[in-house]
């Protein structure tokens, strides 16, 4: 008897199984790119949820069953990890957006980072109210900021109230480091 409720316990486990899975399945729109690799973990579990039927029939090859089945859900967990591990797509992800290979200095804000994208953008002399305007910020914000990337050589005065971007700021924005041994200028006080 006790046997029987075994077997009578895993073919329930094995339809709740089913079941999820056939959710999850009907539900992977979000996984889109990986269809494939939902599909083989799906037939990893449902190979899982078969026991019942191999434990009733053919006992003997329950364990190669289980083999097969983890196999399945092994690869499917893995592949796509070392595929986007290799995919060129990454790459183009991230020279497409510098600030992610970025290191600001300790001194900076992100709205400094804001300030020199807008002068990149731009590739124009701009002025405090002008960085303000396209970034959202007060101008006395920008101002400040301003002044502290002065100071660093990010960006440089032309003349009262207009600035541009220089070779340092242009370099930042696309994350290099600095000349070997050169340090920004240190703030005073």
């Known amino acids: 008897m006790e046997n029987g409720a075994f077997l009578a316990y895993n073919a329930v486990m094995s339809l709740l199984i089913v079941a999820g899975v056939t959710l999850l399945a009907r539900g992977e729109r979000f996984a889109a790119g990986y269809r494939r690799f939902l599909t083989v973990m ?44 290799r995919r060129e797509e990454w790459a183009a992800l991230l020279l497409r957006n510098p600030t992610d290979a970025r290191r600001p ?50 960006v440089e005065r032309i003349e009262r109230g207009r600035y541009r971007l220089t070779v340092r700021g242009e370099a930042y924005l696309r994350g290099e480091p600095g000349p070997p041994g050169e340090n920004p200028p240190e703030r005073p006080g």
């Open 105 to 154: 200095a300790e001194w900076m804000t992100a709205l400094d980072d804001e300030i020199l994208e807008v002068f990149r953008s731009s590739e124009l002399v701009l002025t405090p109210a002008v960085v303000a305007y396209n970034i959202g910020y007060s101008r006395e914000a920008v101002n400040r900021r301003l002044g502290e990337l002065e100071e660093r050589e990010f």
């Open 42 to 85: 799906i037939a990893g579990v449902l190979v899982f949820a078969t026991d019942p039927v191999f434990d009733f029939f053919l006992p003997s090859v329950v364990h190669v069953v289980h083999g097969f089945a983890a196999l399945l859900v092994v690869y499917s967990l893995y592949d796509p990890i070392h595929n986007d591990l």
